[in-house]
């Protein structure tokens, strides 16, 4: 798998065998949570861990996970084997690392928590999630001519959603299938077709410049 594509959880655990699935369908990422556990604890049995955790769980934050949860068949790492395995999407995980009562989280923790405070500061001075965007295309490499074609795009995307909420577009579907039918247009293919034949996963499209 791409690094890029999995940064947000993978590249957290450095040392550590994260295994995932990709969900072509919700084009979502699934995360083995007994993985996630033995990487934040020293428990030599992650899976008891993952058990006595739930158990210890308000409810809200049970009832947070349980909807997100999803048993995925996963390679063993003892035997080699597929077995069903617990799973949570990227948000999930983020959620389970906060309830994770171990010294090891606490960097998770904090890095969640300034990922917060950044967002917050970004509600207040809005320039600085524009900002935030240019150091991060800058960082992979594109140049600044690049990057205002980019961001007149994404205003150019917006107006043309307002377009369609002013007519009554007002549902995620119905936004899909609108953007399937410019993407059939112009490339024969829906958009998830288009991404599946360009190797591209959660990125955008129009972040991928050497996909073109």
Known sequence: MDNHKLETISNLFEDSEIRSVW???????????????SALTDSNNPRNYWNTLKRRMTEEEKSELYAKCVQLKMKSQKDGKSYLTDTLDTQGILRLIESVPSPKAEPFKLWLAQMGKERMDEVFDPELAINRAVDYYRARGYDDKWIKARLTGVVDRRKLTDVWKENGITKNYEYGILTNEIYQEWSGMKASQYKEYKGIRKESLRDNKEKY
């Open 23 to 37: 969900d072509s369908e919700k084009e979502e990422y699934y995360f083995s949570v007994v993985d996630i556990i």
